[in-house]
């Protein structure tokens, strides 16, 4: 078998070796695609046998220069990855979870981290039990993110809050 790349569509064709050197239709898209002569060549030359000291680099077998171009046309291979990856990563139908995930995020901010990390922790909460009730809207992560930022950052910030008016007090 020759592997010959489709010129108009990329498509990989396997030619047997008899149609070598004739020009055949492309079985994806029947665009004129012309076989080589010959087959390339098994593998690289035996260099150990070679009188050289130092022998180049064996130039790349032709078989890995296909790999370059996706194997099927790129406009059938980006559909199943664009619209089943955004939907998984992104809960666009869980609003609560996403607001409460960037508010999570954003809670690490001192003194801003506390009015962000309260709603966080209650959106969180929200999101979570949306989740759970539509289990298609797949906004669980953003969720727990939002829960764990937002309580972990009350805590925090509110402790630190807490700690600071009782020393101002008792400074006094
Ligand atoms: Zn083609």
């Given at each position: 078998?020759?592997?010959?790349?489709?010129?108009?569509?990329?498509?990989?064709?396997?030619?047997?070796?008899?149609?070598?050197?004739?020009?055949?239709?492309?079985?994806?898209?029947?665009?004129?695609?012309?076989?080589?002569?010959?087959?390339?060549?098994?593998?690289?030359?035996?260099?150990?046998?070679?009188?050289?000291?130092?022998?180049?680099?064996?130039?790349?077998?032709?078989?890995?220069?296909?790999?370059?171009?996706?194997?099927?046309?790129?406009?059938?291979?980006?559909?199943?990855?664009?619209?089943?990856?955004?939907?998984?990563?992104?809960p666009?139908k869980n609003?609560?979870a996403?607001?409460?995930?960037?508010?999570?995020?954003?809670?690490?901010?001192?003194?801003?981290?506390?009015?962000?990390?309260?709603?966080?922790?209650?959106?969180?909460?929200?999101g979570?039990?949306f989740?759970?009730?539509?289990?298609?809207t797949?906004g669980?992560?953003?969720?727990?993110?939002?829960?764990?930022?937002?309580?972990?950052?009350?805590?925090?910030?509110?402790?630190?809050?807490?700690?600071?008016?009782?020393?101002?007090?008792?400074?006094?």
């Open positions: 078998m020759i592997e010959v790349e489709c010129p108009n569509c990329h498509a990989k064709l396997n030619v047997p070796q008899q149609y070598a050197g004739q020009t055949g239709k492309c079985k994806g898209c029947g665009a004129a695609v012309t076989v080589p002569a010959a087959a390339a060549p098994p593998g690289p030359p035996d260099w150990a046998l070679a009188d050289e000291p130092a022998p180049p680099p064996p130039p790349m077998p032709p078989a890995a220069q296909p790999a370059a171009y996706p194997p099927y046309p790129p406009a059938y291979q980006a559909r199943p990855s664009s619209a089943g990856g955004m939907d998984a990563l992104i666009t609003p609560n996403l607001i409460a995930y960037y508010l999570g995020v954003f809670s690490l901010i001192p003194c801003l981290g506390l009015i962000l990390a309260i709603p966080a922790l209650i959106l969180g909460l929200k979570l039990k989740a759970n009730e539509h289990p298609e797949k669980k992560a953003h969720a727990w993110v939002g829960i764990i930022m937002g309580g972990l950052f009350t805590l925090i910030w509110g402790g630190l809050l807490i700690m600071f008016l009782v020393s101002a007090i008792a400074h006094q």
